[in-house]
């Protein structure tokens, strides 16, 4: 090969190299995704979106006691696990910059947001509290839910110490049922107006909030822990959903 064809040949090597690069540039920027820190996201979220006033007072009032009339057989339970503290990883998704305003189902973290509604002695008054902060025994509350997700939400027992536990069934709905919530819905669990949940004096008797996309199911749910940010009167949970999974979240108060 003599010197001209040699330029040659480096020439058109130069023009391919050069041309794989601009490709490789643009698939970089076509893959690029939205990313934005994930707390401060959904904390504004929660103060746009969770906005339902709190209960008025009733004239007549009922409570569902921690206590089952048909006690199925219990069977094991073993808590699923809350990381108290905040996620490390961005919220990624697009969209991400318009969270506050819209929680898309894509997004790679998904939430919900939980207050305890405890009413007073005269039943005249109610203080929203975070669920580090339970009710003591013989008060009287509901459970305020608005998840980022569509779904599916009951309130079961618990019983035993925490790391020998068993769920001896369902309080809330009936055993079998759940109630449905839409995304960004608000729902205060008992539904029903006047009536509330009454707190036992046994401290190994645990309400369970279980808060779940309706696949999450079997392999489908996430197995990624839930991150739990305690406010003053509300609590946060975040978890990662890996893309093919759903969100399920629990609480044993």
Do not use: C
């Not at 008060?139 to 020998?164: C, H, N, Q, S, Y």
């Not at 536990?165 to 008992?190: C, F, I, K, N």
């Amino acid at each position: 090969m003599n010197n001209a064809q040699s330029i040659r040949t480096l020439a058109v090597l130069a023009v391919a190299a050069a041309s794989l690069a601009a490709v490789a540039q643009a698939t970089d920027k076509s893959v690029a995704v939205e990313a934005v820190p994930v707390v401060p996201a959904f904390n504004q979220w929660v103060n746009t979106i969770v906005v339902a006033p709190e209960p008025a007072p009733v004239a007549s009032i009922t409570t569902i006691p921690m206590t089952l009339v048909a006690v199925p057989a219990p069977a094991p339970y073993e808590p699923w696990p809350v990381v108290v503290g905040a996620p490390e990883l961005p919220l990624i998704g697009a969209g991400a910059n318009q969270a506050p305003r819209a929680w898309g189902s894509s997004f790679n973290y998904q939430g919900m947001h939980v207050r305890l509604l405890v009413l007073d002695a005269s039943g005249r008054k109610v203080e929203a509290r975070a669920v580090n902060s339970l009710p003591r025994p013989g008060e009287r509350f509901k459970i305020r839910v608005t998840a980022t997700f569509d779904a599916v939400t009951d309130v079961g027992l618990v019983m035993g110490e925490p790391w020998t536990s068993q769920r001896a069934g369902q309080l809330y709905p009936a055993q079998g049922m759940s109630v449905h919530m839409h995304a960004g819905e608000t729902v205060d669990l008992p539904l029903e107006q006047g009536r509330f949940f009454v707190m036992g004096p046994n401290a190994n008797e645990r309400l369970l909030l279980s808060v779940r996309h309706a696949a999450a199911l079997g392999d489908v749910r996430t197995q990624q822990p839930a991150y739990r940010m305690d406010g003053k009167s509300g609590s946060s949970y975040l978890q990662l959903v890996p893309r093919g999974n759903a969100p399920a979240m629990e609480k044993a108060a």
